[in-house]
């Protein structure tokens, strides 16, 4: 009992700018978390994959040779796409170069490296079929 009158008797008053300066270093601190939660890789390799039973297996292999899932993985319009992010451009064309194999594939039809702070490197792009995407939807219209 003696050590929690002590102990109540040691706390200090409440000071506004104390609390302020807690307050402050809690936002701080969860800032800086949220920073790192919602961080994106300086490298970015791109992958577009037709979406259809056939091509099940080509993201397989896709994934085996990423050695991990996507970091962004969306559907739209008929395409898969996926992003991995790299720490390094090294890493990053290593992963894309390991993909030319694949890439020969009407499937896939994007393969792309895109630094996002590095403005040297800028964007590498190794397939790209997009354009060929749009001509086609535009005849089937007609």
């Known amino acids: 009992m003696a050590d929690q009158n002590q102990l109540v008797q ?7 700018t104390s609390n302020l300066r807690i307050l402050i270093v809690w936002a701080i601190e969860r800032s800086n978390l949220n920073a790192a939660m919602f961080k994106c890789a300086p490298y970015d390799v791109v992958v577009w994959l037709r979406i259809h039973p056939e091509s099940l297996t080509l993201r397989e292999r896709i994934f085996d040779q990423a050695g991990r899932f996507p970091d962004e993985n ?3 319009q008929g395409m898969r796409d996926m992003h ?13 170069e390991s993909l030319f194999e694949v890439a020969v594939s009407d499937d896939l039809v994007l393969l792309s490296i895109v630094a996002r702070r590095d403005e040297s490197f800028g964007r590498k792009v190794y397939k790209d079929s997009r354009a060929s995407i749009s001509r086609s939807v535009a005849h089937h219209s007609r």
């Open 74 to 76: 969306a559907e739209l």
């Open 84 to 96: 991995w992010g790299f720490d390094t451009a090294l890493d990053a064309v290593s992963f894309a």
């Open 10 to 16: 040691t706390r200090q008053p409440f000071h506004p």
